[in-house]
């Protein structure tokens, strides 16, 4: 059974940063994929960010390349999702999700069947 946990949401200033932790529990050792999407209020849940574990591979969204960077330590199955210049925009609540296989293409919800249960981010003034 896999189970992922989030943690690192806070209340942040525009131009501050934050670090969102993702810990993994029950993926194969292999390699497993996780991906961050947000949900801001009203709006639909928008993926930001992939990783395969199993060999680093990335895919970003454009609107966050080059601001949010997603790393992982595989000795303890964590996923990061390190955040910069943060914007009001940027604020949801954020999700990460993961797969046992390796997933290509666009950043979408539907190939991810765990979910962590999300963790708050404001950006504001």
């Known amino acids: 059974q896999v189970q992922l946990v989030e943690a690192g949401g806070d209340s942040v200033q525009p131009g501050g940063s934050l670090k969102l932790s993702c810990v993994a529990s029950?993926?194969?050792?292999?390699?497993?994929?996780v991906a961050w999407f947000r949900q801001g209020p009203g709006k639909e849940r928008e993926g930001l960010v992939r990783i395969y574990t199993g060999d680093g591979e990335t895919l970003y969204a454009d609107h966050v390349e080059g601001r949010f960077t997603i790393s992982r330590d595989n000795a303890s199955n964590t996923v990061y999702l390190h955040m910069n210049d943060l914007k009001p925009e940027d604020s949801g609540m954020y999700y990460c999700a993961a797969s046992s296989y390796k997933i290509i293409g666009l950043l979408n919800p539907t190939p991810f069947p765990y979910w962590g249960q999300g963790t708050q981010v404001t950006v504001s003034s």
């Open positions: 029950g993926v194969p050792s292999r390699g497993y994929s």
